[in-house]
Every structure is written in structure tokens, then in C-alpha cells.
């Protein structure tokens, strides 16, 4: 039988920055779904990688005295080695100056022009390099400064050139009438309300190709043209599933389910990639997430600022795990968030150490010291023990749930309610009471713990795959999957030496509070 295809992306970042903690979150959620379905059974395909192309990288080459392609060849390592650093399980990592992206995106535009879509004009108006974007007049101000800015702050200059333009204006209605019959397209709620509305007040056609420079795919046809780098990088989703090769062995993954965004480009995904593609005759993707902004202690992050945090250096000062956890359980995804010390403090030591380490400390530092290392047999369960089982058992069916509206925060609340759960449960059956009253009884409430703590580990390794695979180790557990759910550890079998699963974060030298 065929397993079910689960297919997510995310943007393909620009190579004119250093990866920060930005690029690192919207990757990380892709990863941690792609794992969350292979071990689920579903045949994944994930799919990250750079965007190389346009005036924005084209100044940054020039900004450091480089030609554009060994400039980018440079640069895209970095999100490679990002990518290595964050434990990402991405199956591709496509760069769009690749010649099985030309390929594409030369395929694309000529079945957009033979929709009728595409006409040759002049382009005269306002365009951001730093967005990549155009914006009408209307919606640009001019600064104390005597900067004419895009509302994304980003100065917009103006241009004049020819150009090639799509029928963006032509596809507003049947846009309209697509989000109407796929209500989830658009997520959260909010953003589609606000992707609704914007192409009810009118769509404007839509300059496509670009001739006052060159960094770019050239258009079919059509010398001195290179394509808009949005439809460029856009495309990088159907390319790396061996589009337009039908037979390639990728092909079953388009449509998309999942097009991981931040909400600054969800326009672009929601609004332009469908038009294009339905224009193509392509089928669109299922579903577009636009997720939240990360500011730091308060701040835009900026450059200017100095406060960017560099993720390779987060990872080295708190740990790889803990840094995937704290980037996901603390904020809803989909709602801006702060990157504070004092909020990492206290998911790592009052979630992970207190919380989550202590309950694995308490039962298999308990088993190693009173029973010579090897996890008891299960006498008859109690009702205690079968609500705490229970519970740990409806775990599956609710983080597919979360899972699925991209709600990692809330999968990740519902696997801590029943490690506190599990924790209340040590307190009122104090095992080391039991010891000496009744072994038996102690034996079953510490395979009960055991069993408890093998399905949340199982469950957690999306989120902290290298502690969860320690957890594991230390439970004797050899089956992973979520099919292995349902099959209960065994008792009777000697368990390794446990080791704590989290340290506690420091303060910062230097740094009050
Ligand atoms: O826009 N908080 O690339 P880009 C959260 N090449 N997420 C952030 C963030 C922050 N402070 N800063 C960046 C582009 N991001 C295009 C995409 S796709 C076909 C082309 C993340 O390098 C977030 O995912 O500017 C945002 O959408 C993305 O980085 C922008 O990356």
C-alpha cells in the first residue's frame, strides 16, 4: 500500500544575511512536522534551501566585491551548516541558481503565457530591494529623513523599465472563490481574514520580469528580461519535486500540504503562488501557515542594534534540544513572540530540568538504586495507574490534532500535563515508601512511570530528537516509531546507567536579575 505523501516547505532564504534565530524557527517547525509524520508512517518530503537571485543579493555580491555566484555559493553554506547545526532532517536543499531551477521556472512561465497571462509594458513605480517588492504610491511614506519607505520600513527607489506583466487583476474573483472552498488554505484565522480583504479591494497586474539588471533566470524568449525573483523563488516548491518531469520519482508529492511562512511574505504565498499556479494549470498547495515575529528582549532585531541572536551560538551555550524546545513551547505559533533571557531561564529549568528531568531522575535513578538497574514486572494495575497510563495514551490522538493546525505550543502543553501529572502521581504513591511496605505495589508504580515516560519520549523526539533518544536508551526501548506505542515496555529487563537529560541554565555572568 502506498503510504500517505506529507509534503512541507520552507522559504527559501536570502543569502544576503547570516542566518539568525528568524530563519532557524520557521525551519525548525518544518522539522519538527516532518519527523512528527515519518514516525507517524507518512512518506515525507522536506524541503528547505536559499533564494540567490535578484538586486538584493546582487548588491550584497557587489557590497563584498564578489560576482554574484561564487558570492551565493558562499553564503548558502551557511544556511547548509544551520541546517547541520539545528539537527534538521530536510530531504532537499534546493538553491535556486541550480539548473534543475531554470528548468522550472522556464516551464512555468511559458505555460503562464500560454494561459494568456502574461503581456509585455512598461513598469513606472515604487520598489523595495530589501522586500523584493513592489508597492503602489498610496502605500508608501516619506520619513523625517526625506526616505520614501514601504510600510515594511524597507526604502523603495523608484523604476522604470520594460517589463513583462501577469493578469493579476483577472485572477481576483477566482482567488476569492478558491479561499472560499478551502476554508483552511490560509492559517492562522487572522492572516486570512487580512489575505481575504486585501484581494477584495482589487488586485493590480503584477510585474513579473525585470530589465535594468541581470541577476536572475532569464526569460524564455525574451532577451534583456530576467523573471521577478519572487516567481523565481517561488517555483523552488514544484522544482524540487522533479517538476516538470512527470515521472520523476518526487512527482506524487504536488501539491504541497504545508508552506511554512513568517507573515511578513505570506502575500506572496496566499496571493501570487496560486494565481501562478492555477494559471499554469497547476494544482495550488493545500495549506499556507504564516507564523509570528521574533523580537529579543523587546527589540526588533537588528543589525544596527547588535542584538541579532546567532543560533550556532545558542545551541553551544544551551544546548541543541532545549534550544528547539524553548524556540516552540513558548510562544503559539503563529503569534509574535520575545526571545528573553528570563523566558529561556524558565522553560529550561522549570520545564525541562524541574519538570521533565526530575520525573526520568526520580524513576530510573530510583530503579538503578533500589533495584540493582532492572525495571520491575507489573503486578495487577490500579485505577491510579491506569488514569496516569490513560492519560499518557491520549496523548497520540491529541498531538496529531495540534499537529495538524501547526499548534506546537499546544502539543507541547498537553505531553507537559501529564509529566506533572506523572509527578503528582510519584508524590502520592511514594514509591520509597512502598519499598519497604509493600515491593510489589512499588514495582508496579515504577513500570507504570517507565511506561509513562517511554510514550512521552517517543512522542517528543520531533521536538528534542538527541535527548529523547538518550531517554530511550536509558528505557532499554529499541522501537520507536508510533506504531510501537501500543506494545508496552517490557519489565524484567536491565536498564543503563541513567544520566541527567537536562542542566540547568546559569545566569549570565555580568548580567543582573
Ligand atoms: O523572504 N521572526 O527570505 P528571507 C520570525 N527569500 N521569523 C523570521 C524572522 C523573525 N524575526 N526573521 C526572518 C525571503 N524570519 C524570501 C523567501 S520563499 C519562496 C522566498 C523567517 O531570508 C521567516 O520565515 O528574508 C520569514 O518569512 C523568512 O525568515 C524570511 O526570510
Known sequence: MQRRRFYVTTPIYYVNDVPHIGHAYTTLAADVLARFMRLDGREVFFLTGTDEHGQKVEKAAAA????????????????????????????????????????????????????????????????????????????????????????????????????WFFRLSAWQERLLAFYDANPDFIAPEARRNEVVSFVRSGLED???????????VPVPDS???????????????????????????????????????????????????????MSAGL???????????????????????????????????????????????????GADGDYTEEGLRRRLNVDLANEFGNLAQRTLGFIARNCGGVLPMPGELASADRALLEAAASLL?????????QAFHAALEAAWAVIREANAYIDREAPWALRRTDPGRMGTVLWTLAETLRRLAILLQPVMPGTMSRLLDQLAVTERGFDALERPIAGGVALPEPRPLFRKLEERPGKGG
Open 64 to 163: 563584498r566585491g564578489m560576482a554574484p555566484k561564487p558570492f551565493t555559493d558562499e553564503v548558502s553554506a551557511n544556511f547548509r551548516a544551520l541546517a547541520a547545526a539545528m539537527g534538521f532532517s530536510n530531504d532537499d536543499f534546493i538553491r535556486t541558481t541550480e539548473p534543475r531551477h531554470y528548468r522550472a521556472c522556464e516551464e512555468l512561465w511559458r505555460r503562464i503565457h500560454a494561459a494568456g497571462d502574461l503581456y509585455l509594458g512598461d513598469y513606472g513605480g515604487w520598489y523595495a530591494v530589501r522586500d523584493e517588492a513592489f508597492y503602489r504610491e498610496s502605500e508608501t511614506v516619506v520619513g523625517e529623513d526625506g526616505v520614501r519607505r514601504a510600510p515594511t520600513g524597507a526604502p523603495v527607489e523608484w523604476v522604470k523599465e520594460p517589463s
Open 206 to 216: 503584477l510585474s513579473v520580469s525585470r530589465t535594468s539588471f541581470s541577476w536572475g
Open 223 to 277: 532577451p534583456g528580461h530576467v523573471m521577478y525573483v519572487w516567481l523565481d523563488a517561488l517555483t523552488n516548491y514544484v522544482t524540487a519535486t522533479g517538476w516538470p518531469d512527470e515521472t520523476s520519482e518526487r512527482a506524487g508529492f504536488w501539491p504541497a500540504d504545508l508552506h511554512l511562512v513568517g507573515k511578513d511574505i505570506l502575500r506572496f504565498h496566499a496571493v501570487y503562488w496560486p494565481a501562478f499556479l
Open 283 to 333: 494544482a495550488p498547495p493545500r495549506r499556507v501557515f504564516a507564523h509570528g515575529w521574533w523580537t529579543v528582549e523587546g527589540q526588533k532585531m537588528s543589525k544596527s542594534l547588535g542584538n541579532v541572536v546567532d543560533p550556532f551560538a545558542e545551541i553551544e551555550r544551551v544546548g541543541l534540544d532545549p534550544f528547539r524546545f524553548f524556540l516552540l513551547r513558548e510562544v503559539p505559533f
Open 397 to 405: 490522538p491529541r498531538m496529531r490534532e495540534e499537529m495538524a493546525r
